[in-house]
């Protein structure tokens, strides 16, 4: 493990229950909004990929690690991606809050001991989706979307949660739609974000 995830973990007693681990995490660094996001987010993931007929565990996990990487605050984010060897690109640099992606991807495999490439994939990728998307990759980015980490309801709720009974795939557009829309939104478009919505539109 990285020697600076030693102080995140530093006297936390972690059990067999990743839903409690993480939850301890977050709450140890006072991120109660991301723990209880995630939560929210491992339960929606759960139900789509039941209804999606893959795994549910495997969404469960990726719901509950998803945001982890969101323990480091904006400011600190690319020096830690730094220490961590993350490949940054020119868009994270100028936009951080997009790298927490792939700080979560780190975390999740050597502070959770996680190793199924589908997760880390999946987790590595909900923010922005990626061309070429799994459907657990579409699940968790959908789910993050439906349960978003703002107060109150996103102002897409009706449209995503109709859209998503048609498929992923529109739900996905769903949300990229809403971006557009509101281009003080999009200070950066990150170039895995461009790649996925140019792939779903043209289906
Ligand atoms: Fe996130
Ligand atoms: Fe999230």
């Known amino acids: 493990m990285e020697e600076i995830f030693g102080y995140l973990i530093k006297d936390l007693t972690f059990t067999s229950d990743l839903a409690e681990n993480s939850n301890r995490l977050l709450i140890k660094h006072n991120r109660t909004r991301i723990a209880e996001h ?88 909900h923010t922005t989706l990626k061309a070429g998307a799994s459907i657990l990759d579409k699940i968790l980015f959908v789910a993050d979307k439906i349960e978003w980490d703002q107060d109150g309801l996103p102002p897409y709720i009706n449209e995503i949660e109709r859209t998503v009974n048609i498929s992923l795939e529109l739900a996905a557009l769903t949300y990229f739609k809403y971006l557009w829309n509101d281009s003080s939104k999009l200070k950066v478009i990150h170039p895995w974000l461009a790649d996925a919505y140019s792939e779903l539109s043209k289906k």
């Open 38 to 125: 995630s939560q929210r987010v491992a339960k929606k993931a759960k139900i789509l990929a039941r209804q999606y007929g893959i795994d549910e565990s495997l969404a469960e996990t990726a719901g509950l690690l998803h945001d982890i990487g969101g323990v480091y605050p904006n400011d600190k984010r690319i020096e830690i991606s730094k220490i961590l060897k993350i490949n940054i690109l020119p868009e994270e640099e100028e936009l951080p809050l997009i790298i927490h992606q792939k700080i979560s991807v780190i975390m999740s495999q050597q502070i959770f001991n996680i190793q199924s490439p589908d997760i880390l994939s999946a987790i590595g990728c």
